[in-house]
């Protein structure tokens, strides 16, 4: 099983900075793919970033520019660095995980967190 564990969200005023982190325990996988998703109430929940093992990172057209995503391969970490941040960035933010075991592959959530900016 892989748990995934998040901290950092929280109330901040617009053009205000936070910075998400998202801790994977996964013992015997291998954890792939790392990225953080968004839900605003009544809305579907959207990729905001990703990253994969390798450091190739995408992310959504909203926030290129005001989001970075790195990760800690040896401590199986996420983060999400959030900048600028502007009222339509609330939502609860979900870290989400691509792990491995042998030839399987399964897709992993995080409780969430919620991030709300106020104007």
């Known amino acids: 099983q892989v748990q995934l564990v998040e901290s950092g969200g929280g109330l901040v005023q617009a053009g205000g900075s936070l910075r998400l982190s998202c801790a994977a325990s996964?013992?015997?996988?291998?954890?792939?793919?790392m990225g953080w998703y968004r839900q605003a109430p009544g809305k579907q929940r959207d990729m905001v970033a990703t990253?994969?093992?390798?450091?190739?990172?995408n992310y959504m057209d909203s926030v290129k520019g005001r989001f970075t995503i790195s990760r800690d391969n040896a401590k199986n970490t996420v983060y999400l660095q959030m900048n600028s941040l502007k009222p339509e960035d609330t939502a609860v933010y979900y870290c989400?995980?691509?792990?491995?075991?042998?030839?399987?592959?399964?897709?992993?959530w995080g409780q969430g967190t919620q991030v709300t900016v106020s104007s």
């Open positions: 989400n995980a691509e792990a491995e075991l042998l030839v399987h592959q399964s897709t992993y």
């Open positions: 996964a013992t015997l996988f291998r954890i792939k793919t």
């Open positions: 990253i994969t093992s390798g450091g190739t990172t």
